[in-house]
């Protein structure tokens, strides 16, 4: 619903058993990956509501989650791709939504985290003294791979999104279908 003078959203909607069942163990997937459960928590959330954007009241009610740890994994989500933030002119809260392809969008920004691990490595690189032939051997290898890595993850998006297309039609969940 939108409230019509602010033009923000009021989703007072509540989370059955089912829906908080998924959100909880998408958070146990996401932070068996290293990741924080707050983030997986967020993230699931987004992803199984039927909303295009919430706000982070919304995000910490929902969840039952301090504004803290919102916060903190609202921030973390949008730095790495995951989330995007939302705004709405004149309202002043912040919204995040995830996009439908939020893999495919992943994907495409951790290429920006690449060429900053690159750039960082190549600096490096011009610091070393001429003797330095270990630590040289290492970042050459480091820009080597980071190099390697952003052709693969190029190679990876035009993949996923050529298989995501030809199955689009395809509402079937198969647990072991592979490309």
């Known amino acids: 619903m939108t409230d019509k003078q602010s033009g923000s959203r009021s989703f007072s909607g509540e989370l059955d058993d089912k829906t908080r069942t998924f959100i909880e163990d998408f958070a146990s997937s996401w932070e068996l990956a290293n990741n924080a459960r707050m983030e997986g928590r967020v993230l699931g959330l987004l992803i199984i509501v039927d909303e295009p954007y919430l706000s982070s009241a919304q995000i910490g009610q929902l969840l039952q989650a301090s504004t803290g740890a919102v916060s903190m994994a609202t921030r973390s989500l949008v730095t790495v791709g995951f989330l995007?933030?939302?705004?709405?002119?004149?309202?002043?809260?912040?919204?995040?939504?995830?996009?439908?392809?939020?893999?495919?969008?992943?994907?495409?920004?951790?290429?920006?985290?690449?060429?900053?691990?690159?750039?960082a490595i190549t600096g490096g690189l011009g610091i070393l003294d001429s003797e330095a032939a270990s630590p040289r051997t290492r970042l050459r290898n480091a820009e080597r791979y980071m190099t390697w890595l952003e052709g693969y993850h190029r190679k990876m998006l035009l993949d996923w999104e050529a298989y995501r297309d030809a199955h689009e039609n395809d509402h079937t969940t198969t647990r072991d279908e592979t490309p």
């Open 84 to 119: 995007k933030r939302h705004t709405i002119p004149g309202d002043r809260a912040h919204y995040f939504r995830v996009e439908d392809d939020v893999w495919g969008t992943f994907l495409s920004g951790e290429r920006e985290y690449l060429r900053r691990m690159k750039g």
